[in-house]
Protein backbone atom coordinates (compact mmCIF):
# COMPACT_ATOMS: atom_id res chain seq x y z
CA UNK A 1 0.00 0.00 0.00
CA UNK A 2 1.52 3.30 -1.03
CA UNK A 3 2.56 5.61 1.57
CA UNK A 4 1.82 9.30 1.47
CA UNK A 5 5.38 10.61 0.93
CA UNK A 6 4.75 14.32 2.12
CA UNK A 7 4.94 12.52 5.95
CA UNK A 8 8.69 13.75 7.59
CA UNK A 9 8.54 14.92 11.10
CA UNK A 10 5.60 15.99 11.76
CA UNK A 11 3.55 12.79 12.06
CA UNK A 12 4.58 9.03 11.60
CA UNK A 13 2.50 6.72 8.92
CA UNK A 14 0.82 4.01 10.22
CA UNK A 15 -1.67 1.66 8.12
CA UNK A 16 -1.95 4.42 5.59
CA UNK A 17 -3.49 6.94 7.98
CA UNK A 18 -1.14 9.19 10.19
CA UNK A 19 -1.01 9.63 13.80
CA UNK A 20 -0.59 13.08 14.32
CA UNK A 21 1.02 14.74 17.65
CA UNK A 22 -1.41 18.36 18.73
CA UNK A 23 -0.52 20.32 15.85
CA UNK A 24 -2.75 21.50 12.47
CA UNK A 25 -2.80 18.89 9.72
CA UNK A 26 -1.60 19.20 6.49
CA UNK A 27 -2.90 18.01 3.04
CA UNK A 28 -4.55 15.20 2.94
CA UNK A 29 -4.72 11.96 0.24
CA UNK A 30 -8.08 12.19 -0.61
CA UNK A 31 -8.67 8.39 -0.38
CA UNK A 32 -7.89 7.46 2.91
CA UNK A 33 -10.81 6.06 5.49
CA UNK A 34 -10.60 4.80 8.94
CA UNK A 35 -12.34 1.74 9.65
CA UNK A 36 -13.39 1.25 12.92
CA UNK A 37 -13.32 -2.76 13.97
CA UNK A 38 -11.54 -5.74 12.38
CA UNK A 39 -14.11 -8.41 12.18
CA UNK A 40 -14.97 -9.82 9.18
CA UNK A 41 -17.26 -6.98 7.73
CA UNK A 42 -14.27 -4.27 8.83
CA UNK A 43 -11.29 -6.46 7.11
CA UNK A 44 -13.45 -7.10 3.42
CA UNK A 45 -14.31 -3.36 3.26
CA UNK A 46 -10.24 -2.99 3.86
CA UNK A 47 -9.88 -5.26 0.80
CA UNK A 48 -12.37 -3.99 -1.05
CA UNK A 49 -10.89 -0.41 -0.61
CA UNK A 50 -7.49 -2.03 -1.61
CA UNK A 51 -8.33 -3.00 -4.30
CA UNK A 52 -10.04 0.30 -5.80
CA UNK A 53 -6.75 1.81 -4.84
CA UNK A 54 -7.79 3.63 -1.68
CA UNK A 55 -5.66 3.24 2.08
CA UNK A 56 -7.81 2.01 4.69
CA UNK A 57 -6.41 1.39 8.56
CA UNK A 58 -8.39 -0.24 10.74
CA UNK A 59 -8.87 -0.12 14.06
CA UNK A 60 -9.68 -2.41 17.06
CA UNK A 61 -10.16 -2.74 19.91
CA UNK A 62 -9.60 -6.26 21.19
CA UNK A 63 -6.01 -7.94 21.01
CA UNK A 64 -6.84 -9.97 18.29
CA UNK A 65 -8.76 -9.73 14.98
CA UNK A 66 -11.53 -11.46 13.53
CA UNK A 67 -14.24 -10.16 15.76
CA UNK A 68 -17.30 -12.81 16.41
CA UNK A 69 -15.55 -15.15 14.20
CA UNK A 70 -13.45 -16.96 17.01
CA UNK A 71 -12.05 -20.28 16.82
CA UNK A 72 -10.69 -22.65 19.02
CA UNK A 73 -8.00 -25.09 18.73
CA UNK A 74 -7.44 -28.31 21.14
CA UNK A 75 -3.64 -28.22 20.57
CA UNK A 76 -2.49 -31.10 21.59
CA UNK A 77 -5.12 -32.66 19.35
CA UNK A 78 -5.45 -30.47 16.77
CA UNK A 79 -8.78 -30.34 17.06
CA UNK A 80 -10.84 -26.96 16.28
CA UNK A 81 -14.21 -25.61 17.27
CA UNK A 82 -15.96 -22.23 16.81
CA UNK A 83 -16.75 -20.27 19.70
CA UNK A 84 -18.25 -17.76 17.33
CA UNK A 85 -19.66 -18.21 13.93
CA UNK A 86 -20.03 -21.34 12.84
CA UNK A 87 -21.70 -21.76 9.27
CA UNK A 88 -20.76 -20.63 5.96
CA UNK A 89 -24.27 -21.23 3.79
CA UNK A 90 -24.76 -22.87 0.15
CA UNK A 91 -26.56 -19.43 -0.70
CA UNK A 92 -23.68 -17.39 0.70
CA UNK A 93 -21.96 -17.09 -2.71
CA UNK A 94 -19.66 -13.50 -1.23
CA UNK A 95 -17.95 -15.84 1.31
CA UNK A 96 -17.59 -18.73 -0.94
CA UNK A 97 -16.00 -16.70 -3.74
CA UNK A 98 -13.27 -15.45 -1.51
CA UNK A 99 -12.79 -18.47 -0.09
CA UNK A 100 -11.17 -19.66 -3.53
CA UNK A 101 -9.63 -16.79 -4.31
CA UNK A 102 -7.41 -17.43 -1.00
CA UNK A 103 -7.37 -21.23 -1.88
CA UNK A 104 -9.63 -21.75 1.40
CA UNK A 105 -11.30 -25.32 1.47
CA UNK A 106 -15.14 -25.87 2.48
CA UNK A 107 -16.09 -28.89 4.07
CA UNK A 108 -19.65 -30.35 4.52
CA UNK A 109 -21.07 -29.46 7.82
CA UNK A 110 -24.46 -30.82 7.40
CA UNK A 111 -26.01 -32.25 10.02
CA UNK A 112 -29.13 -34.66 10.44
CA UNK A 113 -31.36 -33.89 13.93
CA UNK A 114 -32.25 -36.07 16.62
CA UNK A 115 -34.14 -35.17 19.13
CA UNK A 116 -34.43 -35.31 23.39
CA UNK A 117 -37.90 -33.93 24.33
CA UNK A 118 -39.89 -34.71 27.13
CA UNK A 119 -36.40 -36.99 28.64
CA UNK A 120 -37.48 -39.23 25.29
CA UNK A 121 -34.60 -39.32 22.54
CA UNK A 122 -35.10 -40.06 18.82
CA UNK A 123 -32.69 -40.36 16.28
CA UNK A 124 -32.79 -38.43 12.85
CA UNK A 125 -35.79 -39.47 10.60
CA UNK A 126 -38.04 -41.24 13.94
CA UNK A 127 -39.82 -37.76 14.17
CA UNK A 128 -41.15 -34.88 12.56
CA UNK A 129 -43.53 -31.86 12.78
CA UNK A 130 -47.60 -33.38 11.83
CA UNK A 131 -48.34 -33.83 8.57
CA UNK A 132 -50.64 -31.21 8.73
CA UNK A 133 -48.18 -28.54 10.00
CA UNK A 134 -45.45 -29.74 7.28
CA UNK A 135 -48.30 -28.63 4.40
CA UNK A 136 -49.39 -25.64 6.01
CA UNK A 137 -46.06 -24.57 6.47
CA UNK A 138 -44.54 -25.16 3.29
CA UNK A 139 -47.61 -23.29 1.91
CA UNK A 140 -46.97 -19.97 3.96
CA UNK A 141 -43.03 -20.11 2.72
CA UNK A 142 -44.38 -20.43 -0.74
CA UNK A 143 -46.74 -17.61 -0.57
CA UNK A 144 -44.20 -15.05 1.10
CA UNK A 145 -41.90 -15.84 -1.95
CA UNK A 146 -44.53 -15.19 -4.85
CA UNK A 147 -44.93 -11.51 -3.15
CA UNK A 148 -42.74 -8.73 -4.62
CA UNK A 149 -39.80 -7.93 -2.79
CA UNK A 150 -40.96 -4.48 -1.74
CA UNK A 151 -44.95 -5.32 -1.45
CA UNK A 152 -46.95 -3.65 1.27
CA UNK A 153 -48.36 -7.40 1.83
CA UNK A 154 -44.99 -8.68 2.31
CA UNK A 155 -44.45 -5.86 4.66
CA UNK A 156 -47.10 -6.56 7.05
CA UNK A 157 -45.40 -9.62 8.63
CA UNK A 158 -42.91 -7.16 10.71
CA UNK A 159 -46.25 -6.20 12.43
CA UNK A 160 -46.06 -9.48 14.26
CA UNK A 161 -43.64 -11.36 16.03
CA UNK A 162 -42.52 -14.85 14.55
CA UNK A 163 -44.24 -16.93 17.94
CA UNK A 164 -47.94 -15.04 16.92
CA UNK A 165 -47.31 -15.17 13.36
CA UNK A 166 -47.41 -19.17 13.37
CA UNK A 167 -49.88 -19.29 15.97
CA UNK A 168 -52.15 -17.37 13.86
CA UNK A 169 -51.55 -19.79 11.42
CA UNK A 170 -52.76 -22.18 13.20
CA UNK A 171 -49.85 -24.55 14.43
CA UNK A 172 -50.25 -26.82 17.03
CA UNK A 173 -49.19 -26.68 20.90
CA UNK A 174 -46.75 -29.85 20.02
CA UNK A 175 -45.34 -28.09 16.97
CA UNK A 176 -45.22 -24.81 18.35
CA UNK A 177 -43.28 -26.39 20.86
CA UNK A 178 -40.56 -28.04 18.71
CA UNK A 179 -40.44 -24.71 16.34
CA UNK A 180 -39.60 -22.67 19.41
CA UNK A 181 -36.83 -25.33 20.41
CA UNK A 182 -35.20 -25.25 16.41
CA UNK A 183 -35.96 -21.49 15.49
CA UNK A 184 -34.55 -20.29 18.75
CA UNK A 185 -31.49 -21.84 18.42
CA UNK A 186 -31.31 -19.57 14.68
CA UNK A 187 -31.91 -16.37 16.43
CA UNK A 188 -30.40 -16.48 19.63
CA UNK A 189 -33.69 -15.47 22.12
CA UNK A 190 -36.93 -16.84 22.09
CA UNK A 191 -39.29 -16.07 18.93
CA UNK A 192 -41.34 -13.94 20.80
CA UNK A 193 -38.67 -11.36 20.12
CA UNK A 194 -38.15 -12.17 16.68
CA UNK A 195 -40.41 -10.62 13.96
CA UNK A 196 -42.19 -12.65 11.57
CA UNK A 197 -40.83 -10.98 8.47
CA UNK A 198 -37.20 -12.01 9.72
CA UNK A 199 -38.69 -14.87 11.02
CA UNK A 200 -40.07 -16.07 7.76
CA UNK A 201 -37.49 -15.19 5.12
CA UNK A 202 -35.10 -17.04 7.07
CA UNK A 203 -36.62 -19.82 5.76
CA UNK A 204 -38.48 -19.39 3.04
CA UNK A 205 -35.31 -17.49 0.94
CA UNK A 206 -32.78 -20.17 2.89
CA UNK A 207 -31.11 -23.46 1.07
CA UNK A 208 -32.79 -26.46 2.19
CA UNK A 209 -30.44 -26.79 5.38
CA UNK A 210 -31.25 -23.36 6.55
CA UNK A 211 -27.55 -22.03 5.68
CA UNK A 212 -26.05 -24.81 7.85
CA UNK A 213 -24.01 -26.38 5.43
CA UNK A 214 -20.40 -25.81 4.94
CA UNK A 215 -17.00 -25.27 7.39
CA UNK A 216 -13.82 -23.71 6.48
CA UNK A 217 -11.14 -26.21 6.87
CA UNK A 218 -8.79 -25.49 9.87
CA UNK A 219 -11.14 -23.05 11.12
CA UNK A 220 -13.36 -20.10 10.18
CA UNK A 221 -10.34 -18.15 11.16
CA UNK A 222 -8.83 -18.87 8.41
CA UNK A 223 -10.92 -16.36 6.15
CA UNK A 224 -10.06 -13.76 9.06
CA UNK A 225 -6.14 -14.76 8.25
CA UNK A 226 -6.57 -14.61 4.56
CA UNK A 227 -7.85 -10.72 4.58
CA UNK A 228 -6.05 -9.53 7.20
CA UNK A 229 -2.72 -10.56 4.58
CA UNK A 230 -3.84 -9.23 1.77
CA UNK A 231 -4.97 -5.91 3.44
CA UNK A 232 -1.60 -5.77 4.98
CA UNK A 233 -0.83 -6.37 8.70
CA UNK A 234 0.65 -2.66 9.27
CA UNK A 235 -2.62 -1.73 8.12
CA UNK A 236 -4.25 -2.94 11.01
CA UNK A 237 -4.16 -1.43 14.68
CA UNK A 238 -5.20 -3.69 17.58
CA UNK A 239 -5.88 -2.70 21.55
CA UNK A 240 -7.02 0.57 20.43
CA UNK A 241 -10.64 2.15 21.11
CA UNK A 242 -12.36 4.48 19.61
CA UNK A 243 -13.32 8.13 21.75
CA UNK A 244 -14.84 10.59 19.69
CA UNK A 245 -15.29 10.79 15.79
CA UNK A 246 -15.46 14.13 14.29
CA UNK A 247 -16.27 15.59 11.36
CA UNK A 248 -15.56 18.73 9.21
CA UNK A 249 -16.62 19.99 5.45
CA UNK A 250 -13.93 17.75 3.64
CA UNK A 251 -12.45 15.21 6.26
CA UNK A 252 -13.23 12.80 9.64
CA UNK A 253 -11.17 12.90 12.56
CA UNK A 254 -10.60 9.72 14.97
CA UNK A 255 -9.54 9.69 18.28
CA UNK A 256 -8.84 7.61 19.93
CA UNK A 257 -8.11 6.48 23.86
CA UNK A 258 -4.55 6.45 23.57
CA UNK A 259 -4.18 10.07 21.84
CA UNK A 260 -3.64 9.01 18.87
CA UNK A 261 -5.62 10.52 16.19
CA UNK A 262 -6.03 9.81 12.77
CA UNK A 263 -7.42 11.62 9.62
CA UNK A 264 -9.61 10.40 7.01
CA UNK A 265 -11.97 11.02 4.01
CA UNK A 266 -14.12 9.05 5.14
CA UNK A 267 -14.68 6.80 7.83
CA UNK A 268 -16.66 3.05 8.00
CA UNK A 269 -17.92 2.16 11.18
CA UNK A 270 -18.46 -1.84 11.56
CA UNK A 271 -19.30 -2.27 15.45
CA UNK A 272 -22.10 -3.61 17.41
CA UNK A 273 -24.70 -1.40 18.66
CA UNK A 274 -23.29 -1.61 21.96
CA UNK A 275 -19.68 -0.43 20.63
CA UNK A 276 -21.29 2.71 18.51
CA UNK A 277 -23.06 3.87 21.30
CA UNK A 278 -20.19 4.53 23.36
CA UNK A 279 -18.01 6.53 20.66
CA UNK A 280 -18.83 10.77 20.86
CA UNK A 281 -19.96 11.29 17.36
CA UNK A 282 -19.71 15.30 16.54
CA UNK A 283 -21.71 16.07 15.02
CA UNK A 284 -24.07 14.02 17.23
CA UNK A 285 -26.06 11.40 15.76
CA UNK A 286 -30.03 12.19 14.84
CA UNK A 287 -32.31 11.33 17.51
CA UNK A 288 -33.88 8.27 15.47
CA UNK A 289 -30.83 6.81 15.23
CA UNK A 290 -29.74 7.48 18.55
CA UNK A 291 -33.52 5.51 19.57
CA UNK A 292 -32.98 2.55 16.51
CA UNK A 293 -29.22 2.34 18.26
CA UNK A 294 -31.13 1.88 21.53
CA UNK A 295 -34.12 0.18 20.50
CA UNK A 296 -32.11 -3.06 18.77
CA UNK A 297 -30.99 -6.16 21.04
CA UNK A 298 -28.25 -8.66 20.49
CA UNK A 299 -28.54 -12.01 21.12
CA UNK A 300 -27.44 -14.00 24.60
CA UNK A 301 -25.75 -17.30 23.43
CA UNK A 302 -23.44 -19.66 25.18
CA UNK A 303 -20.94 -22.06 23.44
CA UNK A 304 -19.85 -24.80 25.22
CA UNK A 305 -17.51 -27.03 23.67
CA UNK A 306 -16.59 -30.49 25.27
CA UNK A 307 -13.42 -32.56 23.70
CA UNK A 308 -14.29 -36.70 24.51
CA UNK A 309 -11.85 -39.15 25.00
CA UNK A 310 -13.79 -40.92 22.12
CA UNK A 311 -16.85 -40.33 19.57
CA UNK A 312 -19.53 -42.14 21.40
CA UNK A 313 -21.88 -40.96 19.62
CA UNK A 314 -20.90 -43.00 16.20
CA UNK A 315 -22.19 -40.69 14.02
CA UNK A 316 -20.23 -38.02 12.60
CA UNK A 317 -23.51 -35.92 11.33
CA UNK A 318 -24.79 -35.22 14.59
CA UNK A 319 -26.58 -32.63 15.49
CA UNK A 320 -29.30 -32.53 18.42
CA UNK A 321 -31.94 -30.48 19.81
CA UNK A 322 -33.38 -30.83 23.31
CA UNK A 323 -35.67 -28.93 25.56
CA UNK A 324 -32.73 -29.22 28.33
CA UNK A 325 -30.22 -26.24 29.53
CA UNK A 326 -27.72 -27.31 26.98
CA UNK A 327 -30.33 -26.44 24.46
CA UNK A 328 -28.75 -27.89 21.32
CA UNK A 329 -25.83 -30.00 20.14
CA UNK A 330 -23.51 -30.46 17.08
CA UNK A 331 -20.09 -32.56 16.06
CA UNK A 332 -17.70 -29.92 15.79
CA UNK A 333 -15.01 -32.28 14.43
CA UNK A 334 -17.11 -33.21 11.65
CA UNK A 335 -14.02 -34.16 8.79
CA UNK A 336 -11.57 -33.68 11.43
CA UNK A 337 -9.30 -36.88 11.73
CA UNK A 338 -8.91 -38.28 15.19
CA UNK A 339 -10.24 -40.60 17.53
CA UNK A 340 -11.13 -37.96 20.30
CA UNK A 341 -14.33 -35.44 19.15
CA UNK A 342 -15.56 -32.39 20.10
CA UNK A 343 -19.29 -32.16 21.09
CA UNK A 344 -20.62 -28.25 21.39
CA UNK A 345 -23.64 -27.16 23.11
CA UNK A 346 -25.05 -24.27 21.90
CA UNK A 347 -27.67 -22.27 24.12
CA UNK A 348 -29.68 -19.17 23.53
CA UNK A 349 -31.76 -16.72 25.57
CA UNK A 350 -32.04 -17.71 29.26
CA UNK A 351 -30.34 -21.10 29.13
CA UNK A 352 -27.47 -19.61 28.20
CA UNK A 353 -27.80 -17.07 31.00
CA UNK A 354 -27.98 -19.98 33.21
CA UNK A 355 -25.12 -21.81 32.14
CA UNK A 356 -22.63 -18.73 31.77
CA UNK A 357 -23.11 -18.51 36.04
CA UNK A 358 -21.83 -22.04 36.08
CA UNK A 359 -18.05 -23.71 36.57
CA UNK A 360 -16.55 -25.33 33.96
CA UNK A 361 -16.93 -28.69 35.71
CA UNK A 362 -20.79 -27.77 36.31
CA UNK A 363 -21.06 -27.30 32.64
CA UNK A 364 -19.60 -30.00 31.42
CA UNK A 365 -21.72 -31.94 34.17
CA UNK A 366 -24.42 -30.33 32.67
CA UNK A 367 -24.27 -31.46 28.98
CA UNK A 368 -23.25 -35.11 29.80
CA UNK A 369 -26.25 -35.04 31.89
CA UNK A 370 -28.45 -34.14 28.78
CA UNK A 371 -26.96 -36.55 26.66
CA UNK A 372 -27.42 -39.73 28.47
CA UNK A 373 -30.69 -40.13 27.68
CA UNK A 374 -29.60 -40.76 24.26
CA UNK A 375 -25.38 -42.18 24.72
CA UNK A 376 -25.71 -43.33 28.63
CA UNK A 377 -23.31 -42.64 30.79
CA UNK A 378 -20.73 -40.16 28.99
CA UNK A 379 -18.74 -38.50 31.62
CA UNK A 380 -16.46 -40.63 31.64
CA UNK A 381 -15.46 -39.79 28.26
CA UNK A 382 -15.19 -36.01 29.28
CA UNK A 383 -11.58 -34.66 29.36
CA UNK A 384 -12.13 -30.87 29.08
CA UNK A 385 -14.27 -27.87 27.93
CA UNK A 386 -14.30 -24.07 26.35
CA UNK A 387 -17.12 -21.96 26.14
CA UNK A 388 -17.80 -18.13 25.43
CA UNK A 389 -20.94 -16.58 26.36
CA UNK A 390 -21.62 -13.72 24.39
CA UNK A 391 -23.88 -12.09 26.29
CA UNK A 392 -21.21 -10.59 28.28
CA UNK A 393 -18.79 -9.97 26.12
CA UNK A 394 -16.80 -6.74 26.77
CA UNK A 395 -17.54 -5.32 22.65
CA UNK A 396 -20.94 -6.59 21.92
CA UNK A 397 -23.09 -8.15 24.78
CA UNK A 398 -24.74 -10.21 22.89
CA UNK A 399 -24.11 -12.70 19.82
CA UNK A 400 -25.81 -11.26 16.59
CA UNK A 401 -28.63 -8.81 16.17
CA UNK A 402 -32.30 -9.73 17.05
CA UNK A 403 -35.10 -7.87 14.78
CA UNK A 404 -38.24 -7.60 16.62
CA UNK A 405 -41.98 -7.01 15.16
CA UNK A 406 -41.95 -3.37 14.14
CA UNK A 407 -37.85 -3.46 13.62
CA UNK A 408 -36.63 -5.12 10.66
CA UNK A 409 -38.37 -2.67 7.81
CA UNK A 410 -37.83 0.56 10.14
CA UNK A 411 -34.91 0.05 12.55
CA UNK A 412 -32.28 -1.61 10.39
CA UNK A 413 -33.46 0.83 7.70
CA UNK A 414 -32.37 3.35 9.81
CA UNK A 415 -29.47 1.90 11.09
CA UNK A 416 -28.30 1.41 7.43
CA UNK A 417 -28.37 5.66 6.66
CA UNK A 418 -24.78 7.29 6.95
CA UNK A 419 -23.95 9.88 8.79
CA UNK A 420 -22.47 12.93 6.81
CA UNK A 421 -19.04 10.96 5.69
CA UNK A 422 -19.69 8.20 8.32
CA UNK A 423 -21.21 4.30 6.82
CA UNK A 424 -22.21 1.89 8.90
CA UNK A 425 -21.55 -2.09 8.73
CA UNK A 426 -22.09 -5.33 10.34
CA UNK A 427 -23.92 -8.47 10.21
CA UNK A 428 -26.93 -6.51 11.81
CA UNK A 429 -27.82 -4.38 8.59
CA UNK A 430 -27.29 -6.90 6.20
CA UNK A 431 -29.86 -8.64 4.48
CA UNK A 432 -28.03 -12.19 5.03
CA UNK A 433 -28.10 -10.86 8.98
CA UNK A 434 -26.30 -13.07 11.41
CA UNK A 435 -24.34 -14.38 9.20
CA UNK A 436 -20.36 -13.67 8.60
CA UNK A 437 -21.79 -13.43 4.45
CA UNK A 438 -23.90 -10.84 5.79
CA UNK A 439 -21.13 -8.99 7.27
CA UNK A 440 -18.94 -8.61 4.45
CA UNK A 441 -21.85 -7.93 2.22
CA UNK A 442 -22.32 -4.99 4.72
CA UNK A 443 -18.82 -3.84 4.57
CA UNK A 444 -18.35 -4.35 0.71
CA UNK A 445 -21.50 -2.42 0.52
CA UNK A 446 -19.97 0.85 2.37
CA UNK A 447 -17.22 0.93 0.23
CA UNK A 448 -19.56 0.56 -2.69
CA UNK A 449 -21.37 4.06 -0.76
CA UNK A 450 -18.09 5.41 -0.89
CA UNK A 451 -17.24 5.05 -4.19
CA UNK A 452 -20.49 6.28 -5.41
CA UNK A 453 -19.89 9.42 -3.47
CA UNK A 454 -16.78 10.23 -5.04
CA UNK A 455 -17.69 9.90 -8.22
Given at each position: ????????T????V??????????????????????????????????L?????????????????????????N??????????????????????????????L????????????????????????????????????????????????????????????V??????????????????????????????????E??????????????????????????????????????S???????????????A???????????C??????????????????????????????R?????V????????????????????H???????????????????????R????????????????????????????????????????S???T??????????Q?L???????K??????????????????????I???????????????
Amino acid sequence: MKRREFIKTTGTAVAGAIIFPNISFPKRNPKNVVIIGAGISGLAAAYKLKQNGMNATIIEARNRIGGRIFTHTFNQENLTCELGAEWVGASHTRLIELCKEFGLELLNHQFETHLILDNQYKKAGEWDFTPEWNTKYQALLNQFNALPPESEAKKQYDKLDWWRFLVNAGISEKDLEIRELLDSTDFGESIRQVSAYAGISEYAESSEKNEMDYHIKEGNNQIIFKLAEAVGSDNIILKTSIEKVEQRNDSVTVYCANGNRYEADNVICTVPTYSLLKINWQPKLSNDYFDALNELQYSRIIKISVLFSERFWKNESLDMITDTLPHYFFHSTKNQDGKKGILTSYATGDRAYILSKMKNEEKIREVCKTLKSAFGDVEKYAERAVNYYWGSDDFTKGAYAIYNKHQWLNVRETLNKNHGRVYFAGEHLADWQGFMEGAINSGEDAVEKILISLK
